[in-house]
């Protein structure tokens, strides 16, 4: 396997656990849940993912052809809570990472050293695959941080639970 080819499959993996970081909080949630607002300037999880299927469907379609930022994309608009059920949330959720993996699954090897534009701004596809990886890693970590606020006590958590460090790490070992 190349280097670019190596970097591919290590994308993919990447949104792939980002994605399922959602997919776990959401299942904790309720559908009030999604449309809580922790403050006044804050934004919900639903206004979350509304940005950022937004994003992905602006980022991801013609992603070789196409400026990242399409000319049908309102960007604030997805500031505005325009979905109304755990359903709307969830589609719109699975409908921009089913975009972006599609796109991710079908590029070459040789892609990733090609020039697209974002903002009419040139970017290298690696570069543009890493600025999303940030990107909807730090909406992804505002998802689960809401979660985790919202559940409390009742959180379960999705990686080594607070004050079982030791515990993971021995039974880690265990498996060598």
Request: proline share 2%; net charge neutral; with cysteine.
């Amino acid at each position: 396997m190349n280097t670019e080819e190596a970097f591919l499959q290590s994308s993919i993996k990447k949104f792939k656990a980002q994605k399922s970081l959602g997919d776990k909080t959401f299942a904790q949630l309720d559908e009030k849940d999604l449309f809580f607002k922790p403050s006044a300037e804050s934004n919900s999880i639903a206004v979350i993912v509304q940005h950022v299927s937004g994003n992905m469907l602006s980022r991801w379609t013609n992603f070789l052809t196409e400026d990242g930022e399409k000319p049908w994309r309102e960007r604030d608009a997805e500031f505005e809570n325009n979905l109304s059920t755990k359903e709307d949330v969830l589609n719109a959720w699975n409908k921009g990472w089913a975009c972006v993996l599609a796109t991710l699954e079908n590029l070459k090897p040789e892609d990733v050293i090609k020039t697209i534009t974002i903002r009419n701004e040139p970017h290298l596809v690696v570069d543009a695959i890493i600025r999303q990886i940030d990107h909807y890693g730090s909406h992804v970590g505002q998802i689960v941080y809401i979660g985790k606020l919202i559940k409390n006590e009742n959180w379960q958590s999705l990686s080594i639970a607070k004050n079982k460090s030791k515990a993971f790490n021995d039974a880690m070992n265990h498996k060598i």
